[in-house]
């Protein structure tokens, strides 16, 4: 079983930055592809970013892609999004995502881990 947390969302303004991290339990963290989703109520869940589980690749929705970086680090079993240039329809509850196969997927249903979910709000 692996547990999922994620932290470091909020409020901030349109423009601003942001930096979520997700902390994983397990030892074998570095065997997992990682995903970022988001949800806004009443839509879909949507893929956000993705990463492979050495970090050498990345995937990004269209609507993020040179603004938003995903990363990992193995070593304390963390993958980090780091959200620049926030607009406000970045705002929903964004949610990390563990998948037990080492390539990206950007289907929420390939993934078998899933955090409770960090609001971020960003205002106009």
């Known amino acids: 079983q692996v547990q999922l947390v994620e932290s470091g969302g909020g409020l901030v303004q349109a423009g601003g930055s942001l930096r979520l991290s997700c902390a994983t339990s397990?030892?074998?963290?570095?065997?997992?592809?990682m995903g970022w989703f988001r949800q806004i109520p009443g839509k879909e869940r949507e893929f956000v970013a993705g990463i492979s589980w050495s970090g050498g690749s990345t995937d990004y929705a269209d609507s993020v892609k040179g603004r938003f970086t995903i990363s990992r680090d193995n070593a304390k079993n963390t993958v980090y999004l780091q959200m620049t240039m926030l607009k406000p329809e970045d705002t929903a509850v964004y949610y990390c995502?563990?998948?037990?196969?080492?390539?990206?997927?950007?289907?929420?249903?390939?993934?078998?881990?899933w955090g409770q979910g960090t609001q971020v709000t960003v205002s106009e």
């Open positions: 397990g030892r074998t963290f570095s065997r997992y592809a």
């Open positions: 995502a563990a998948r037990q196969f080492l390539n990206i997927a950007t289907r929420g249903e390939l993934y078998d881990y």
